[in-house]
């Protein structure tokens, strides 16, 4: 054929690709790994323990994803208030959103968060544990024992974890007003 046209090379049809895929020594890789997680799906089937420790990790991943949307919702929250506040025209939402984020942004996180669990957490536990003994020394004990057993309903439908975190917290409390004896 003359001219400027000259034939190029025959393109590759499916089937050729597919071939040279499956002949491909990684593609080997993928088979074994393939049949490698379908043993594993198996013996988790039919083994009790393994479909036990399954539900286990299940139950953990469905905490996890919790805690996250949570958190996401809640950065949004202050994100988007923050934000606002900062193009606010109002003096004082602004100032407050400027210290805010100066705040926050100039302190490392790790520094935050130890501030938070040694000093803002303990000081809400012991606050919240002497407005309910002031609540309970002012007569209102009725009161009181229907809301123990309104939280006592709410806290048997929470997750084992966030209930050893209540727990942990009112026992520090307990022991920082001084309800708890104290060893020396």
């Known amino acids: ?3 400027e046209f000259a034939p190029g090379p025959r393109p590759r049809s499916f089937m050729d690709r597919v ?3 499956a002949t491909n020594p990684r593609s080997i890789w993928m088979y074994f790994l393939l049949l490698l997680g379908v043993l594993m799906v198996v013996s988790i089937a039919v083994n009790d323990l393994y479909y ?7 139950e953990g991943i469905q905490i996890t994803i919790m805690v996250s949307v949570s958190g996401f919702v809640i950065a949004q ?4 208030t923050t934000a606002l506040a900062r193009i606010s025209k109002n003096m004082v939402a602004y100032n407050i959103a400027t210290f805010y984020v100066e705040v926050v942004r100039g302190i490392p996180i790790i520094v935050q968060l130890i501030y938070m669990a040694f000093v803002i957490f303990p000081a809400l536990v012991s606050g919240l544990n002497a407005l309910g003994q002031a609540f309970l020394d002012s007569g209102l004990g009725l009161l009181a024992g229907v809301g123990e057993s309104l939280a006592a309903l709410t806290i048997r439908n ?3 974890e966030v209930r ?7 026992a520090y409390g307990a022991y920082e007003a001084g309800s708890l004896p104290r060893r020396h």
């Open 164 to 170: 050893a975190i209540i727990g942990l917290g009112l």
């Open 158 to 160: 929470m997750p084992m």
């Open 19 to 21: 071939t040279e895929t």
């Open 77 to 80: 929250v202050l994100g988007l």
């Open 1 to 3: 054929m003359t001219g």
């Open 52 to 58: 036990e420790a399954l539900n286990f990790l299940l």
